[in-house]
């Protein structure tokens, strides 16, 4: 494994990591759902992916099919992707994202990175956890109603069957008509707990990290927390547009040192930096980065876009 550095944003307090968190989540939606023509060029998210062969390929792809555009040919609506966590994540996302003015809640299609195995009901729930924190507080009427994928509630007394439901949830939400190998998320967020897994990838459960096919798997006998579970895959995480991983608190500071500055020891986290490299990114308080020896840099927050701006032609 290589040293791969990802981003590292880091800040004084939590209030500062929300914040900003919310910012970035917006900045990946109008990535996604924007009009090319109306996309500033300093807000383009999917142009940094690419290599020059890739980027002279698009333009020209793109200048064939504008010569050949047919008007009558229906638009393909547009839709934000993203794939959230469970954990200190939701409350991330509560305090940043519900005050805002510009979140198109209604095009954005919600999955979910893991799934604890209990009732809904549970607190340990993440689906559970993110419906009381976020999605029932969104004023649907003014930005619409999200479509938001859960885990077959019915389901959670029998690991393998439950993940390969949700993996049919994905496959039609992502395969549509054509054969895709891996499902594309526009923005992946993820949390990372004390002993380094991420969703519920546990750093010793290697069968599940080295999984190439499967988009989802079953997690038995997790060493913390509820102890059944389902988690999405390395190879669907690595092929989001971006990935963020979200962490603050001083207990965190141990396993953020490894992840940083050991990256051979091959933690969930490290193999993320270098499968999604140059488009990893780490929103980190200054409590989780103590003692860590990485370049911090400073996040810079975008022009917010008032959601009474028309996003379609």
């Known amino acids: 494994m ?25 900045y ?10 109306r996309r500033p060029s300093n807000v383009s998210l999917a142009a940094s992916n690419y290599d020059s062969s890739d980027m002279q390929r698009v333009l020209s792809t793109k200048s064939m099919s504008s010569a050949r555009e047919k008007k009558d040919r229906p638009k393909k609506e547009q839709r934000f992707k993203i794939a959230i966590s469970g954990g200190s994540l939701i409350q991330v996302l509560h305090e940043g994202l519900l005050s805002r003015t510009d979140v198109q809640w209604g ?11 209990v009732p809904f009901e549970s607190d340990q729930s993440n689906y559970g956890q993110a419906k009381r924190k976020i999605f029932d507080l969104i004023d ?3 930005y619409g109603t999200p479509n938001i994928y859960h885990i077959d509630e019915s389901l959670i007394d029998d690991p393998q069957e439950c993940a390969d439901s949700y993996e049919k949830v994905l496959i039609r939400g992502f395969a549509g008509r ?14 990372c707990a004390p002993d380094g897994h991420i969703a519920s990838l546990f750093p010793n459960f290697q069968e599940n990290l080295r999984e190439k ?36 608190g001083a207990t965190k500071a141990p396993i953020i040192k490894m992840i940083m500055e050991r990256p051979e020891k091959g933690l969930p986290s490290s193999i993320v930096n270098e499968g999604a490299a140059g488009r990893v990114s780490w929103f980190v308080d200054d409590d989780a980065l103590t003692d860590v020896f990485v370049t911090k840099k400073k996040y810079k ?13």
């Open 107 to 117: 095009k954005w299609d919600i999955y979910f990175a893991d799934e604890r195995l």
């Open 301 to 313: 927050f975008h022009q917010q876009l008032e959601f009474n701006e028309p996003f379609s032609t």
């Open 140 to 142: 649907t009427e003014k």
């Open 178 to 191: 054509d054969s895709v190998k891996l499902p594309m998320f526009d923005l992946f967020l993820l949390g």
């Open 28 to 37: 990946a939606q109008n990535g996604a759902l924007l009009p090319k023509e």
């Open 2 to 26: 290589t040293t791969t550095v990802p981003k590292v944003f880091a800040f004084h307090e939590f209030s500062g990591v929300a914040e900003a968190v919310a910012d970035y989540v917006v």
């Open 213 to 248: 096919l499967a988009w989802v798997v079953p997690v038995e006998k997790a060493p913390s927390g509820p102890s059944e579970r389902i988690s999405l895959t390395i190879p669907v995480i690595c092929h989001s547009h971006r990935v963020i991983f979200v962490v603050e």
